[in-house]
């Protein structure tokens, strides 16, 4: 195992408890707007029962505070993606979409340096899907992968896309040692050059100072500057680390670097003031470079079909399970707090890092309570302080959560009209039918309509209702009807969005709060690991635990 290295201060439990109690006070008034359907918004009078104020009084609100909030200065990341071989990188967006590369790159990067600072080199990928992920930590850091999904559809698609990736990314990296070879040849060639040209230099000043006045010349002057190396930025990183006073008011990381920065500890070795020369610097590159060879070699991914619950025996799954880290790249509802609980339940397994997809598809052990209920672990909530609160945020609530508003604010907005269309189809069927409940769903029909009467007609079709009964005119006037306020309509969705985070930070507390209460667990945190606009499910939660 690897050395020991102090690692970011994180809130404690009592710090994310009062967070919590304060997010509770404020979602008791808020829960409503939530858990409100935009589909029965005029039929249940949604705005004047929850709002009642002129929608171009919250829409002007909504616009102030987001124009506020774009004046302030971000801090801009650097995307994991410029930091890869040119030649991998192009191969590895062939076999997959913008988002998911980003994903990718980013997930695998934190995932590796956990592995480096454990020094394990097993990973099990829950919710592996069509195998991304684990195709890249396998042939890209030399990690022996077991990816886990239910679908036996996708276990096959990520042996096949395994396969092919294999054959490029052997290509690819071939034609990149080329390049490299030959760059290197080039840029040697000219150091050749300049070297001499500085060396002759350097003696004609030697020569020309008088013996008296010659001073003895710093270490500094004869060593290369590694000031701006990653071991000096490293080490820069963890001074001021210590130099800074804890901050328990960051509930999460902005980002995974500082994070990655810390966790490879062969990288931070103790040395003295004094500069490493550079033939010692190039002999440690050559030894990496030798073993990322060999690890690379003897890289295994092995897609795996099993429903994975939170009672589920890993040493069933996996015959050779070891030490292991646990991951699981936009796990699908339950899957996600089962992956937490399948983690604080092994000793293998020594970190996780785990990032949640699908809120609406959780459990919720206080949902329905008036139904007979045979579950025993629950998706929501997790820790002990929502248990005993007796917590639900609701279906419709947890939908909402899926929002992004990071997507909205830069101006990927909400689809108002096709909303609209079906809040007004569900009037005309209540008057006109008389049906307030439909098992059925009109589906994605929106986009196939060329105008508001066609929207009706198909829908009306799909749901089996007789819409030869409503002519023209009785439809259109519905729409004349409500056209003056779909207004209300834009800032009432606009409210939900702007509550969705709210949501979403609620359901990733309980998470690390459950973390926290566990007794094994070393070191718990969120971190902020993708750009939100890009993937708005961006947060993981990321655990490690007591070393041995």
């Known amino acids: 195992m690897a050395a020991s290295c102090p690692l970011p201060v994180t809130p404690d439990l009592p710090t994310l408890r009062a967070k919590l109690q304060g997010l509770l006070q404020f979602l008791r008034d808020a829960l409503s707007i939530s858990n409100a359907h935009t589909v029965d918004f005029y039929t249940e009078s949604v705005w004047e029962e929850l709002v009642n104020l002129p929608p171009e009084t919250v829409l002007a609100a909504l616009r102030k505070s987001a124009s506020e909030t774009e004046a302030l200065p971000s801090e801009t990341r650097p995307l994991v993606e410029a930091e890869w071989e040119a030649g991998e990188n192009q191969k590895a967006v062939e076999f997959m979409n913008m988002k998911k590369s980003h994903e990718v790159q980013a997930m695998s990067e934190l995932i590796s340096s956990i592995a480096d600072y454990y020094g394990i080199k097993q990973v099990i990928d829950l919710g592996s899907g069509k195998g991304y992920l684990s195709s890249f930590l396998s042939l890209k850091y030399g990690l022996k992968v077991y990816g886990i999904d239910s679908s036996n559809t996708n276990t096959h698609g990520a042996e096949e896309r395994n396969r092919k990736l294999k054959k490029h990314w052997k290509l690819c990296h071939a034609q990149s040692r080329l390049d490299v070879n030959g760059l290197a040849l080039k840029m040697a060639k000219e150091r050749k050059v300049q070297n001499k040209v500085k060396n002759k230099a350097d003696t004609e000043e030697v020569f020309n100072n008088s013996p008296t006045n010659q001073e003895k010349m710093p270490t500094s002057a004869i060593l290369p500057d590694f000031s701006g190396s990653v071991i000096s930025n490293i080490r820069n990183q963890m001074e001021t680390l210590h130099s800074q006073p804890h901050q328990e008011e960051n509930l999460c990381f902005e980002n995974s670097f500082s994070l990655i920065n810390l966790l490879p500890i062969n990288a931070v070795e103790p040395t003295s003031s004094q500069q490493i020369p550079n033939r010692e610097t190039s002999e440690a590159n050559k030894e990496r470079r030798k073993m990322t060879s060999k690890s690379s070699e003897s890289n295994i991914y092995s897609p795996l079909t099993s429903f994975i619950t939170a009672d589920s025996e890993l040493h069933d799954i996996i015959k050779d399970l070891e030490d292991c880290l646990m991951v699981g790249l936009h796990t699908c509802g339950d899957l996600a707090p089962n992956t937490l609980r399948i983690f604080t339940s092994n000793s293998e397994i020594k970190g996780v890092c785990s990032v949640g997809c699908c809120y609406h598809l959780l459990s919720e ?54 909303l609209f269309y079906r809040a007004v189809l569900q009037d005309i069927i209540k008057d006109c039918y008389g049906i307030t409940k439909c098992d059925r769903h009109v589906g994605k029909i929106y986009s196939k309509c060329s105008s508001f009467l066609d929207y009706v007609r198909r829908s009306l079709k799909k749901l089996g209702l007789d819409e030869s009964k409503l002519p023209e005119k009785i439809i259109m006037n519905y729409y004349e009807k409500y056209k003056p306020r779909m207004n209300e309509l834009e800032a009432f969705n606009m409210l939900k969005v702007v509550l969705a985070p709210c949501i979403e930070t609620l359901i990733l507390l309980d998470r690390l709060c459950y973390l926290k209460e566990q007794e094994d667990i070393a070191w718990s945190a969120l971190v902020k690991l993708f750009d939100p606009v890009k993937s708005p499910r961006c947060y993981a939660v990321i655990a490690l635990k007591k070393q041995q």
């Open 365 to 418: 052990e206080f949902e329905n309570q008036h139904k007979e209920r045979t579950q025993e672990k629950w998706g929501f909530p997790m820790c002990h302080y929502l248990k005993e609160e007796r917590w639900c945020c609701g279906r419709n609530a947890r939908m909402s959560a899926c929002l992004a508003l990071e997507r909205v604010a830069a101006g990927q907005g909400l689809p108002t009209e096709s």
